[in-house]
């Protein structure tokens, strides 16, 4: 589990380190010239997809945690839970000092040319995210179960979060918001890889 504390270091380090770059865009351009996004743009929807992405992460870990008793899946969860809500709380952080509104009108991921994929009553909003009924059955299992099916639902999670990251990595402006989406990336994909391996000393492979 090592490589799971290291990433979460790494993560937290990189938030930081965008907090100040993004202080300074707001107060007169960053180091990359470029100056406060407006609502629509790909730097605001990432901000506000990705906070929403993270927040079911956080809660996915936490469940699981309450579910068993094995410390790998306990400790990889409690890391995720960490280092996705110090992010989402950046991202929202980012917004505020932005002037921009938490919440839009726009649907999640238009600004990846991907709206209309929300499917409503199912909760899965965007790219990975579980659905409402997948995670109440989280919360009905337990022991080797519940870490099966959430590690199966967090590498479905991460997937998605790096095709949102990426998105970010090639669309938004702000070069601090783009360091930290390629943070997303490389730190999601270690953490699929631990998955995999957590998931074969179960017997079990992520989902198609």
């Keep these: 589990m090592r490589l ?33 996004p407006a609502a629509g743009s790909a730097d605001a929807g990432f901000a506000r997809d990705m906070a929403v992405h993270h927040q079911q992460a956080v809660e996915m870990s936490y469940i699981v945690r309450d579910r068993t008793t094995d410390e790998d899946v306990r400790r990889l969860a409690y890391d995720i839970a960490q280092t996705q809500a110090n992010q989402r709380g950046m991202l929202l952080g980012w917004l505020d000092l932005w002037g ?73 402006a702000v070069g601090a918001e783009q360091r930290l989406a390629q943070g997303m990336v490389d730190g999601q994909r270690s953490d699929i890889q631990l998955m995999a391996d957590l998931l074969e000393e179960r017997g079990a492979t992520a989902r198609p």
């Design 100 to 172: 921009l509104p938490k919440v839009s009108s726009a649907e999640p991921m238009a600004w990846m040319g991907m709206s209309g994929m929300a499917s409503g009553e199912d909760g899965a909003l965007m790219p990975g995210m579980a659905t409402d009924a997948e995670m109440e059955k989280l919360g009905t299992l337990d022991g080797e179960q519940a870490e099966v099916f959430y590690l199966q639902l967090m590498t479905d999670h991460h997937r998605g979060g790096i095709h949102m990251a990426q998105g970010c990595a090639a669309r938004c």
């Design 4 to 36: 799971a504390r290291v990433a979460v270091s790494v993560a937290v380090a990189g938030v930081l380190v965008a907090a100040g770059a993004v202080g300074r865009s707001v107060a007169g351009g960053d180091s990359d010239g470029t100056e406060v």
